[in-house]
């Protein structure tokens, strides 16, 4: 089955320790992003690429990291500079980066800084 | 910049009422696209449609449809005969011709369908 797939769907770290929530995409897909979602609120977009080892900032890059290594996968490392970690993490992907191309979801990863 | 405004944080129906929710947009760009998404309570959202800011015609798909008004800047989705299974969060989002596939999300609006 085609789809996006993250991992895991419950990840619990210290204060402190970095982490890194993986995305992967089988749909050939050139474009990934990264949002994180807060209770009662929308997705803020923290970082996307639009293809293969290139990738841009978002609104809220700050104390996150990427890579695009591949094409089919687009981790991201929640750094200790994060202040607020505490939230629900949602990968996306679509065709290409323009602007009618809709974006596919993944189930999310929520983590929780203790 | 570009926003998106949900006003209805939280709308509880029962069963076989319709319901709109409302979704008011800025943006200085001629282009754009709109879209609409479900979060069901899974959390992974489902894309349910797209508009361009050229086309104005209102579309229909099951129980389904969109009122896109540019006059008023606002992309309205109704439900007709809501279910349980409409219980969601539903998000409008837009994105300029100019950002890339950059969307920015509206608050969402939670709805409730009672049996």
């Known amino acids: 089955d085609g789809g996006i797939t993250q991992s895991p769907k419950y990840l619990f770290r210290k204060e402190g320790q970095n982490v890194t929530l993986s995305c992967e995409q089988n749909?050939?897909?050139?474009?990934m992003y990264w949002y994180r979602q807060d209770p009662g609120q929308g997705l803020r977009l923290i970082y996307y690429?639009?293809?293969?080892?290139?990738?841009q900032k978002g609104d809220i890059a700050e104390g996150y990291s990427v890579s695009r290594e591949k094409k089919e996968s687009f981790p991201l490392t929640v750094t200790s500079a994060q202040k607020n970690p505490t939230a629900f993490y949602l990968c996306?992907?679509?065709?290409?980066?323009?602007?009618?191309?809709?974006?596919?979801f993944g189930p999310g990863t929520r983590l929780t800084v203790l | 910049a570009q926003k998106v405004t949900q006003a209805q944080t939280e709308i509880s129906v029962v069963e076989k009422e319709d319901v709109t929710l409302d979704c008011v947009y800025e943006?200085?760009?001629?282009?754009?696209?709109l879209f609409w998404y479900k979060q069901p309570p899974s959390g992974e959202l489902v894309f349910l449609i797209r508009?361009?800011?050229?086309?104005?015609q209102n579309e229909i798909s099951g129980r389904y449809s969109w009122n896109f008004q540019k006059s008023t800047s606002s992309f309205n989705f109704t439900i007709t005969a809501s279910q349980v299974v409409d219980s969601a969060v539903y998000f409008c989002?837009?994105?300029?011709?100019?950002?890339?596939?950059?969307?920015?999300f509206g608050g969402g609006t939670r709805l409730m369908v009672k049996p």
């Open positions: 996306a992907s679509s065709v290409g980066a323009g602007g009618w191309n809709e974006q596919f």
């Open positions: 749909l050939n897909h050139d474009a």
């Open positions: 690429s639009q293809i293969v080892n290139d990738f």
């Open positions: 943006t200085r760009d001629t282009t754009y696209y």
């Open positions: 508009r361009n800011s050229f086309d104005e």
């Open positions: 989002a837009l994105t300029e011709n100019n950002a890339g596939n950059m969307l920015t």
